[in-house]
T-cell receptor
Framework: AQSVSQHNHHVILSEAASLELGCNYSYGGTVNLFWYVQYPGQHLQLLLKYFSGDPLVKGIKGFEAEFIKSKFSFNLRKPSVQWSDTAEYFCAVNAINNNDMRFGAGTRLTVKP | KAGVTQTPRYLIKTRGQQVTLSCSPISGHRSVSWYQQTPGQGLQFLFEYFSETQRNKGNFPGRFSGRQFSNSRSEMNVSTLELGDSALYLC?????????????FGAGTRLSVL
């Protein structure tokens, strides 16, 4: 069965530190990949997505993610985090053939000012 | 453009009761998906509706059901509530489905089962 793993449950960083959140999925077919973010008190919203083409995708607020097909990974990165990046981050995978959406358990990011 | 609207925002029920949650998608969106969010489990896919038809269903018991109306509004029903059904239920709408579409989420309905 398709699954999505996010390696870190809670990450605490200081402002200006670099961020990398891991996401691995288990599905051998064609996938669409997403990172969603939930800021405190707000709705889940899309951060970035990968459908095809350049495996390095850029999203809002300086975030980027790299799709490495051979590693079944879609890690999220940001070179320098800000206090306003404090949020919960969810990786999601849509398996084309299954037509469902699987989310990881989420990673809570706390950025200390 | 109005976002995805879920009602009610909060619900308290007792075991054995049933509950109906409502979701109004963004205007023009024909796909509505439902998710259950619990601490530690993240979001778990319940089902997706498109043009009044359920296109896919997650791994939930038959007590969880849904429907979609001709105006794309959707309802989710949970019968014979159990304590473990306490969760935040999220609805998301998209133009045409899960594949290659951005989902827009509502604020959710927080269900507490006592």
């Amino acid at each position: 069965a398709q699954s999505v793993s996010q390696h870190n449950h809670h990450v605490i960083l200081s402002e200006a530190a670099s961020l990398e959140l891991g996401c691995n999925y288990s599905y051998g077919g064609t996938v669409n990949l997403f990172w969603y973010v939930q800021y405190p008190g707000q709705h889940l919203q899309l951060l970035l997505k990968y459908f095809s083409g350049d495996p390095l995708v850029k999203g809002i607020k300086g975030f980027e993610a790299e799709f490495i097909k051979s590693k079944f990974s879609f890690n999220l990165r940001k070179p320098s985090v800000q206090w306003s990046d404090t949020a919960e981050y969810f990786c999601a995978v849509n398996a084309i053939n299954n037509n469902d959406m699987r989310f990881g358990a989420g990673t809570r990011l706390t950025v200390k000012p | 453009k109005a976002g995805v609207t879920q009602t009610p925002r909060y619900l308290i029920k007792t075991r054995g009761q049933q509950v109906t949650l409502s979701c109004s998608p963004i205007s023009g969106h024909r796909s509505v998906s439902w998710y259950q969010q619990t601490p530690g489990q993240g979001l778990q896919f319940l089902f997706e509706y498109f043009s009044e038809t359920q296109r896919n269903k997650g791994n939930f018991p038959g007590r969880f059901s849904g429907r979609q109306f001709s105006n794309s509004r959707s309802e989710m029903n949970v019968s014979t509530l159990e304590l473990g059904d306490s969760a935040l239920y999220l609805c998301a709408s998209s133009l045409s489905g899960l594949a290659k579409n951005i989902q827009y989420f509502g604020a959710g309905t927080r269900l507490s089962v006592l």
